[in-house]
């Protein structure tokens, strides 16, 4: 399961009144799912006899098989963090001792359906390998970019000008920039930066 969730992408999710980042990933022997708030980051693995009995404990009335929770869990979360949710579901969250809690409240065949997602501290690694790690490599590939650009922004400098001095000239003024100055964008996109943050 875990393995298949560091193929899913970070959502942007509204859980009540506060954001959070989450992934999950839903199969039939269970689920996995990862929360964070940019400050801490949580977790919960259920397998099939942890659905189960949780189904069993807040689901009295319900009388389906595993498969059918899990199915329903995949219905209610998946859309959620595609963008989509369901407006007939609700979900709020709040800390406890152990951790976060999430409790969803929605319906299944007709009848009220509730589970409570019962999340606890990721571990270091897990945190390294699902944000930190992809977030550097994100960051060294945008970095490479930018040199790219950079390099490639000069080049048609240079050949713009060689063209003005074989008297080259526009047809449309408008169309006139400026040569590419990289430490004054270098300073004017990180001050913008700084101003986003604060």
């Not at 839903?26 to 964070?36: A, E, H, P, Q």
């Not at 000008?161 to 526009?170: H, I, N, Q, T, V």
Request: charged letters at 20%; aromatic letters at 10%; a negative charge.
């Amino acid at each position: 399961l875990e393995s298949s969730l560091l193929t899913q992408p970070w959502a942007s999710v509204c859980f009540g009144e506060s954001a959070f980042l989450a992934k999950a990933c839903f199969r039939d022997t269970g689920y996995i799912l990862l929360i964070s708030d940019l400050s801490s980051v949580w977790y919960e693995s259920a397998d099939v006899e942890v659905v189960g009995q949780r189904s069993k404990e807040l689901n009295k009335r319900l009388t389906v098989h595993v498969s059918s929770f899990l199915h329903r869990l995949c219905n209610l979360m998946c859309p959620l963090l595609a963008g989509q949710p369901d407006a007939a579901t609700s979900f709020s969250c709040h800390h406890t001792a152990s951790g976060l809690s999430l409790h969803v409240k929605s319906e299944l065949s007709g009848l009220p359906f509730y589970w409570d997602f019962h999340c606890c501290p990721a571990p270091v690694e897990m945190v390294s390998r699902h944000l930190v790690r992809p977030l550097i490599r994100m960051s060294l590939a945008l970095q490479y970019q930018v040199q790219e650009l950079t390099s490639l922004l000069l080049q048609k400098d240079a050949e713009i000008e060689d063209y003005r001095e074989s008297g080259a000239a526009l047809s449309r003024d408008r169309l006139r920039t400026e040569p590419f100055q990289e430490d004054t964008f270098q300073q004017n996109f990180m001050a913008e930066v700084r101003s986003r943050a604060s």
